[in-house]
């Protein structure tokens, strides 16, 4: 793979995700959010040593499957042994999750092991800032958030990692654990042996702080004064509840939103709000984790109450775990096969259509795109080019606005020019996973009902 010289493409191009692992190379960096793009940056360019640990620079996914999984013959969908579809039996805590309550589930039972020393997962620091921290007991389990889907920056996992002898769990987005195992098999490899497992969350996007900016205006929320955030929560889908507290009286208020059908929601979170390497991105369903947990986005779990999640378990160690959360009664699985996970994510996200097409577009016009091919390269059917060309017009000229603050100006472009596609979106929800049309004309088989009546 051919490295670049140093940080500097990553921050002219904004396609930083706040690893921090280039912090563990060079002391003297530090993660700033930027002012005009609002999302986490590294202060200066560096070396080529912090450069080649970057997943924004690029990601040698055959080098770090064969070293983590001693496989060089990966599928599609990476290493899989088992896939799930999976609930929490406690109730409570399926709710309160974002999905089915599976990590809380397989933290406190792992947490539970004498040979685990402790789990390193994100909780919640202040206002937006959330960080991740050592856990030493499954009592602590439940004070976690859910998923938080702003961007962030967490050297602390790496760091938590490196100063605790011992072994431990690690909870992790993607492009969090390409950061760090590069910088693992560069730099430590030893430390590989601290990890019991990785607990990975598929993931599809984060957004910029623009994003919350601009719900703060269209709902009159303070977005100075956010004391906490939860974006899931109360249900499969979950509201966006942002609490404030009054510099004042230190009273606090929240402030509910709901994420599937309030318009200012629709716009601020809004896929140009996303980092630009969400784009390029083509390891969601987290290739290097042992096992992964994302929502199940089904027609058959459509009416779930809680929350169903997805997994992908891709060691016989992480598929002995699920069965034993079942066999205790912690959990209720159900297997099933790949074609879950590609019907969940859709062939763009779990192949990389989309992401494959738009790098080559990037490459082409001579910017920045991290070098990237996942075991699904085989598998993707990059989308037409003209589609990319016309998403990446619009998407800078959106990044342009947003950098300006005009946040107004793009709810009246949903509410006006873009209207149409935004309803197509609810009309195809409805078509797939109501009405199962797919199915209903043979294009795949849904999992027995009977089977999925164990699910609340
Ligand atoms: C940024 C992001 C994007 C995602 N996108 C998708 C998607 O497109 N499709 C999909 O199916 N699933 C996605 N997920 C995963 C999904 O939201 C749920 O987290 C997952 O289904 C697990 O559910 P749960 O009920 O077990 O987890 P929860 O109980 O919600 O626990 C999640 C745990 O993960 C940790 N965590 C939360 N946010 C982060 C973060 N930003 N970085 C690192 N650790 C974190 C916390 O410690 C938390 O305890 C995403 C998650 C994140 C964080
Ligand atoms: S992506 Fe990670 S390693 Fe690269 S610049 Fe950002 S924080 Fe540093
Ligand atoms: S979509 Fe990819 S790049 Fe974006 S936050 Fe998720 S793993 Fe990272």
């Given at each position: 793979?051919?490295?670049?010289?140093?940080?500097?493409p990553?921050?002219?191009?904004?396609?930083?995700?706040?690893?921090g692992?280039?912090?563990?190379?060079?002391d003297?960096?530090?993660l700033?959010?930027?002012a005009?793009?609002?999302?986490?940056?590294?202060?200066h360019?560096s070396?080529?040593?912090?450069?080649?640990v970057?997943?924004?620079?690029?990601?040698?996914?055959p080098?770090?499957?064969?070293?983590?999984f001693?496989?060089?013959?990966?599928?599609?969908?990476?290493?899989?042994?088992?896939?799930?579809?999976?609930?929490s039996?406690d109730?409570?805590r399926?709710?309160?999750?974002?999905?089915?309550?599976?990590?809380k589930?397989?933290?406190?039972e792992?947490l539970?092991?004498?040979?685990?020393d402790?789990?390193?997962?994100?909780t919640?620091?202040?206002?937006l800032d959330?960080?991740?921290?050592?856990?030493?007991h499954?009592?602590?389990?439940?004070t976690?958030?859910?998923?938080?889907?702003h961007?962030?920056?967490?050297?602390?996992?790496?760091?938590?990692?490196?100063s605790?002898?011992g072994?431990?769990?690690?909870?992790?987005?993607?492009?969090?654990?390409?950061?760090?195992y590069?910088?693992?098999?560069?730099?430590?490899?030893?430390?590989?042996?601290?990890?019991?497992?990785?607990?990975?969350?598929?993931?599809?996007?984060?957004?910029?702080h623009h994003?919350?900016?601009?719900i703060?205006?269209f709902?009159?929320?303070?977005f100075?004064?956010?004391?906490?955030?939860?974006?899931?929560?109360?249900g499969p889908?979950?509201?966006?509840?942002?609490?404030?507290?009054?510099?004042?009286?230190?009273?606090?208020?929240?402030h509910?939103?709901?994420r599937?059908?309030?318009?200012?929601?629709?716009?601020?979170f809004?896929?140009?709000?996303?980092?630009p390497?969400c784009?390029v991105c083509?390891?969601?369903?987290?290739?290097?984790?042992?096992?992964?947990?994302?929502?199940?986005?089904?027609?058959?779990?459509?009416?779930?109450?809680?929350?169903?999640s997805l997994?992908v378990s891709?060691?016989?160690?992480a598929t002995?775990?699920?069965?034993d959360?079942?066999a205790?009664?912690?959990v209720?699985t159900?297997t099933?096969?790949?074609?879950?996970?590609?019907?969940?994510q859709?062939?763009?996200?779990a192949?990389?259509?989309f992401?494959?097409?738009?790098?080559?577009h990037r490459?082409?016009?001579g910017?920045?795109?991290?070098?990237?091919?996942?075991?699904?390269?085989v598998?993707?059917?990059p989308?037409?080019?003209?589609e990319?060309k016309?998403?990446?017009?619009?998407?800078?000229?959106?990044?342009?606005?947003?950098?300006a603050?005009?946040?107004?100006?793009?709810?009246?472009?949903?509410?006006?020019?873009?209207?149409?596609?935004?309803?197509g979106?609810?009309?195809?929800?409805?078509l797939v996973?109501v009405l199962?049309?797919?199915?209903?004309?043979?294009?795949?088989?849904?999992?027995?009902?009977g089977?999925m009546a164990?699910f609340?």
């Amino acid at each position: 793979m051919t490295r670049r010289l140093d940080l500097q493409p990553v921050i002219d191009s904004g396609m930083c995700i706040g690893c921090g692992v280039c912090l563990h190379v060079d002391d003297t960096l530090e993660l700033t959010l930027d002012a005009t793009t609002q999302a986490v940056t590294p202060s200066h360019a560096s070396t080529a040593e912090a450069a080649a640990v970057c997943p924004a620079i690029g990601v040698d996914f055959p080098a770090l499957h064969e070293w983590l999984f001693e496989a060089t013959d990966v599928g599609p969908f990476g290493v899989v042994d088992e896939v799930f579809l999976a609930q929490s039996t406690d109730a409570d805590r399926n709710l309160s999750a974002s999905s089915g309550g599976l990590i809380k589930e397989m933290l406190i039972e792992l947490l539970g092991r004498p040979d685990v020393d402790g789990a390193i997962a994100l909780t919640h620091v202040d206002g937006l800032d959330f960080q991740p921290v050592l856990l030493n007991h499954p009592d602590e389990v439940d004070t976690l958030p859910g998923s938080i889907y702003h961007a962030l920056s967490q050297p602390q996992a790496l760091e938590l990692l490196r100063s605790n002898e011992g072994r431990f769990v690690l909870v992790a987005i993607p492009c969090q654990l390409e950061g760090i195992y590069q910088w693992i098999r560069a730099h430590e490899p030893s430390l590989r042996d601290r990890i019991h497992t990785t607990i990975g969350l598929l993931c599809g996007w984060q957004f910029n702080h623009h994003a919350l900016r601009a719900i703060c205006q269209f709902k009159g929320i303070d977005f100075d004064a956010i004391s906490d955030i939860a974006y899931r929560g109360g249900g499969p889908i979950g509201k966006l509840r942002i609490t404030t507290r009054d510099p004042d009286t230190a009273d606090h208020e929240e402030h509910t939103i709901g994420r599937r059908v309030d318009f200012g929601y629709q716009v601020a979170f809004d896929r140009s709000f996303n980092l630009p390497r969400c784009h390029v991105c083509i390891d969601h369903s987290n290739f290097l984790a042992d096992v992964v947990v994302g929502d199940a986005w089904l027609p058959s779990t459509v009416t779930s109450r809680t929350g169903v999640s997805l997994i992908v378990s891709r060691t016989p160690e992480a598929t002995a775990l699920l069965h034993d959360l079942d066999a205790g009664g912690r959990v209720t699985t159900l297997t099933v096969t790949t074609d879950e996970v590609r019907e969940s994510q859709k062939e763009r996200i779990a192949f990389g259509d989309f992401a494959y097409a738009y790098a080559d577009h990037r490459r082409a016009l001579g910017l920045h795109t991290p070098e990237m091919t996942g075991p699904n390269r085989v598998a993707a059917s990059p989308v037409d080019p003209d589609e990319v060309k016309r998403f990446h017009a619009e998407f800078e000229r959106k990044r342009e606005l947003q950098a300006a603050r005009r946040y107004r100006f793009l709810w009246w472009r949903k509410a006006t020019v873009e209207l149409r596609r935004h309803i197509g979106r609810y009309v195809n929800w409805a078509l797939v996973r109501v009405l199962k049309v797919k199915s209903l004309f043979g294009g795949r088989k849904e999992p027995d009902r009977g089977d999925m009546a164990r699910f609340r």
